[in-house]
């Protein structure tokens, strides 16, 4: 039959698109609200935005994708229709600089292809060292406190290892005041009255940071700062200092938060299933000892049943739950029409409990990501943790590398016993994921066996 004959199906306009409100209890149910919404009525949605954010964001709806369908169209196949500045600066813009994370090609593009080389797994050799340095100074008095909040000792660590990789500083006064200055803006409250302050620490940071990029373009490293100092591109450019502020304030914001709540997440899955908990510790021996009890970089990588427990970790914790776009093309998605001008979120957690992508999907279960089973592999798309594309984090093995680092020397050390009074909460109050209320874990050494 000519398929010139087939009517097309017409395309609904964007008032047809189902509209939604978002519970209450949204912070907490985001990734199994969409999923359920997804299973019922389809993968697009719009939600009218309050009036302060609509005049912030310069438009009166928001429209939700979800699934793998919809990450591929969005990360891959219509790309181009989709900014990752308008998406992204409105939400971090006010902080920070630009960096990486939102800017647009052509300029994106040139960017990336100088910073790769820093984040290629070949490269993480260099950081292995450092991150085990981090991570033992950090947990040396953890039994002797006796009780920790796993949530703040990750994000000490996690921030550790990011000063000391990407900008070469480890301990002492200047790591603090990196720090120090740093969550002052990440997690400070505010407000017109105290705009000066604000401006003051933003200012004081980047007083900070063009310090160390001065004394990089005297001394080239090989940390990350390093790397951009004597990066070039194809014309032979290289960053300007304000550049590179831009692009170190987006990899610590980028790069620390998430491996903070994936590898707390991860700790709590471990100290909650006997089962994996053992197999792993029983991986981690057996790897280390084909490496001379080193925890080498081929260490970490033998680490499958590991690797599993991290996907499916980031699967059901995803540490960006949303990844946000300004659509500057009109196109055509599931037979709705999206117009130019509005803003797009991709719910990344959402499609990573759809039941027909995922069996059980709100289940632990990492050996649903191992032969034959292999549901990621069905579905293209469907595993978004990192994001997908051209534009997958450029941090994924950075990360992959911390986390299993963390699991590998904390494990065969150390027993942690979640305090059952106080379960953790896993919640979105904006794109990524937090632990509001902390997760206080007990610390026993773990005893010799005899
Ligand atoms: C568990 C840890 C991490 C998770 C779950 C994560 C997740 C993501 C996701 C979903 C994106 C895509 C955003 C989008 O499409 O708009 C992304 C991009 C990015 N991530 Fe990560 N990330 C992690 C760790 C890191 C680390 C350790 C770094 C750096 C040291 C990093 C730096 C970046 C940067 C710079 C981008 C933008 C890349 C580009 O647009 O070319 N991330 N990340």
Redesign the pocket.
Known sequence: MDASAIPAQPVLPFEAIPEVTLPPDYPTSLPTFWAQLATAQGPIFRRRLPPGMAQHLGTDWVIYLVGPEANRFV?HTQREAFS?DR??TPQIGEVFDR?????DDPA?AA??RM?NPA?AIAYMHRYLPLMRQVIAEYTADWVARGTVDIYDEMRKI?FGI?AE??VGIHTGERADRLRTLFYTLLYGEFSEETLDDFMATRDELRRLILTIIAERRQHPTDD?LGILVQARDADGQVFTDEEIIG?VE???V???E??T???SWVLMQLASSAEYRERIRAEIATALGHHGGALTLDAVREMATLSRCIDET?RLY???GL???GVVRAVDFAGYHIPAGTQLR?V?AGGHRLPRVFADPERFDPERFAPPRDEEKQTPYSL?????????????N???V??KALVALLLPQFDLIPDPQHPPIHAYFGLTAAIPNGMPMQVLPVTAEL
Do not use: D, K, Y
């Open positions: 990360l990752h998406g992204w960096g990486l994370l939102n800017t994106h960017q990336r910073m984040f996690t990011a990789a990407l990350i692009q987006i990899l610590l980028a790069g620390h998430t491996t709540t994936l590898s980031g995803s540490p960006v990844v946000p776009r991709l990344l978004v943790t990192f994001g997908g594309g051209q534009r997958i984090c450029i941090g994924i950075f990360a992959q911390e986390v």
